[in-house]
């Protein structure tokens, strides 16, 4: 499915009247500006898989948050912008197929780390609440209790609670069962299929993240799948050989310049991994 259709970014001439037209000049920075016209990246065309190809540094998070940024697309987690974040969507543009998706989406990153952390969190909560429980449990449980009034009424359901249960019973029927805690390859995985639902633009930046070769391979399959069956359009910044492998993607490669449209077998990350292995064929074939 395609919703976005095209975006456009500043080119260097329209960035450098900009630049004539200001007077603040006690920025070290002017990001976004002069980042992604550096590669000459004007224009992106996409399909339903899209992904930007690059390093540190090319810009293709950049492009990504610009993209979301001027889409108002929902995110979980913030991120950094710069005073002059808001100038630079003024000469963004974009065209749509068709209306934008309301579950439509930008997932960083970020969002997955701050996930696993709050399952972490929410855990260890529950560990303390449980040291407290099996405290309360013997206090209860042994006490030497007698109820003069209606206001010791709440303490008698917990003494009498407490004499008829084991200690284990008492505190699963006070507090809730830890929340699993996956690894951090499950935690990302896991996040992934919760938030990309089906009819949407979903923007990854750097899904590859966390994730063995084993589980790379499962989210490719993932988002294929998303792509092929429930209507879904993806933007992806990544140089994992495994998703620019996804069928029918669209590469722009931002390592060069100006920024082209490439195979994923014509891109530099992805040869140095073929002729790594290939030097080192014969080995695997005694395995």
Sequence with gaps: ??????????????????????RRTCYDSYYPFQILSAHQL??????????LYGGNGSGKTTALNVIAEKLKL????????????????????YELRTSLPKNSRV????????????????????????????ED????????????????????????????????????????????????????????????????VFLLDEPENSLSPARQQELMKFLEDSVRFFGCQLVISTHSPFLLAMKGAKIYDLEENPAAVKKWTELENVRAYYSFFREHEEEFRNL
């Design 42 to 51: 004007r224009r992106i065309d996409f399909a339903p898989v899209t992904i």
């Design 74 to 93: 929902g995110r979980d987690s913030r991120f950094n912008q710069s005073n002059f974040f808001p100038d630079y969507l003024n000469y963004c543009d």
């Design 107 to 134: 997932i960083t990153s970020d969002d997955v780390f701050d996930y696993m952390l709050n399952i972490r969190s929410m855990n260890e909560g529950i560990d303390r609440k449980k040291e407290s429980l099996f």
């Design 1 to 22: 499915m395609l919703y976005l259709d095209s975006f456009t970014f500043p080119d260097s001439d329209t960035e450098f009247d900009f630049f004539l037209r200001q």
């Design 137 to 200: 449990y013997l206090d209860a449980k042994y006490a030497s209790f007698q109820m003069r009034s209606l206001e010791d009424y709440e303490q008698l359901k917990k003494v009498t609670k407490a004499r008829r249960m084991t200690q284990s019973k008492y505190v699963r029927s006070e507090l809730m069962d830890n929340i699993r805690e996956y690894s951090n390859g499950e935690s990302a995985f896991l996040y992934f299929s919760e938030k990309i639902t089906k009819n949407g």
